[in-house]
């Protein structure tokens, strides 16, 4: 099919910072192998910025809990429809918050004791309809694999031999906002009781592999126990809610969580798509082959400035420090970034500043949506492409 390629232009990870004179450097090419080693970065980082504290770590817990449980009383006592649109979008990042902190315990940042990790993980993931196990193991494959074409778990560019078998329904059901980013519940739900009809159909075209299934080839036969414990936990939290349902209602039930997890998903599908796509004014490189390292890749992911939600969702936003060191706590992460700038140099540039929410992300969202389709089947350093069909189609849609 006829796509358009966009080339490397200046700036670097998709922030282009006006007043930089660097970003105007044409000769710059961010897909180039970078003139430093990892080494040089972690050595830029303060020893302090390694060091794990549950303490501090359990008392991010607490603060979410606490503000999570009096928003849901709040609400419930005042029980009016001038109350509940802001409860909805204000527990929905409440939600969010929480996948993070289990994100923490995912990646042992959280504390240096596997075991707490993994029942704290268990806890605020199983809260939130997460399953624990099979996110951190796959999550765990991307953060070793990203960048990669191929071997990349989160968000991956479909080649276009992929992108051309799909049907017209589906290319603009999965590019047309705001549909992609609240077809995660429908996985979760769908992919625990399906996954034995049909792997493909439940995940990404030309992925395959369940969450749920401790036989999935996303884990290893070591794993299987490791899933099926987060599936039984998983379970247990559905039945809660259904009880919960019996006891006081479907409708108030869908009131007090079920809103609010669709707004929880919200912000995860577009945080973690918007940590690597969204460009504002060139697309990044996907690599395979001998092309990638881990350095590479993890210099093709992005930093984002959520205004007030920084501190809300734990910093998660500062994420190319985080990609290549995903052991540092996120109370650590800002000062970590901070002095390891001056290594990364034109590698790394300054997230667009946002106001107190992030609204001007929306257009990222968009944007890269319209424009971002498949990569070519061949070659080691490849970008985003477009097939002007759709992307005409989209914009019709917007006008």
């Not at 796509?3 to 970003?23: C, L, S, T, Y």
């Not at 503000?67 to 939600?95: K, S």
């Not at 300054?350 to 257009?363: A, D, M, Q, T, V």
Request: hydrophobic fraction near 40%; charge should be neutral.
């Amino acid at each position: 099919m006829e796509g358009v390629e966009a080339k490397p232009m200046k700036g670097v990870n998709g922030i282009h910072d006006p007043n930089n004179k660097e970003d105007h450097d044409a000769d710059f090419d961010p897909s180039a192998p970078p003139p430093f080693k990892i080494a040089e970065i972690r050595a830029a980082i303060p020893k302090h910025c390694w060091v794990k504290n549950p303490w501090r770590s359990f008392s991010y817990v607490l603060r979410d809990l606490v503000v999570i449980f009096a928003m849901a009383a709040a609400a419930i006592y005042f029980n009016n429809w001038y109350v509940w649109p802001l409860y909805w979008a204000a527990q929905g990042t409440m939600f969010w918050a929480l996948f993070v902190l289990g994100h923490d315990c995912g990646h042992g940042s959280f504390s240096d004791s596997r075991l707490l990790n993994n029942v704290v993980g268990h806890f605020l993931h199983s809260a939130i309809l997460v399953p624990y196990n099979g996110w951190r193991i796959s999550h765990r494959t991307h953060h070793q694999n990203h960048g990669h074409v191929e071997n990349d778990e989160s968000w991956v560019p479909l080649t276009e031999k992929v992108y051309t078998s799909l049907d017209e329904s589906t290319r603009k059901f999965r590019f047309r906002v705001p549909y992609p980013i609240f077809a995660y519940p429908f996985y979760l739900s769908l992919m625990c009781f399906l996954y034995w009809i049909d792997l493909q159909w439940t995940r990404s075209p030309g992925k395959q592999g369940s969450h749920f299934n401790p036989y999935s080839d996303l884990f290893a036969p070591n794993e299987r126990n490791d899933i099926i414990t987060s599936t039984v936990c998983w379970t247990l939290m559905l039945a809660f809610l259904v009880c919960m349902s019996v006891i006081v209602g479907p409708v108030q039930v869908l009131k007090i969580y079920g809103v609010p997890y669709w707004i929880f998903v919200m912000w995860l599908d577009m945080v973690t798509y918007l940590h690597h796509h969204g460009y504002d004014e060139h697309k990044l490189p996907w690599y395979r082959g001998k092309e990638w390292s881990y350095l590479r890749g993890g210099l093709t992911t992005v930093d984002r400035d959520y205004g007030l939600i920084n501190n809300i969702h734990h910093d998660i936003g500062t994420h190319v420090i985080h990609h290549l060191f995903p052991q540092i706590p996120h109370y650590h992460l800002v000062e970590a970034t901070r002095s390891a700038k001056h290594v990364l140099g034109k590698y790394y540039r300054e997230p667009k500043k946002s106001g107190p929410f992030p609204f001007h992300l929306i257009n990222n969202l968009v944007a890269s949506m319209s424009n971002d389709h498949y990569v070519s089947d061949t070659g080691d350093i490849v970008y985003y492409q477009t097939d002007p069909k759709l992307y005409k189609s989209l914009k019709n849609k917007l006008i």
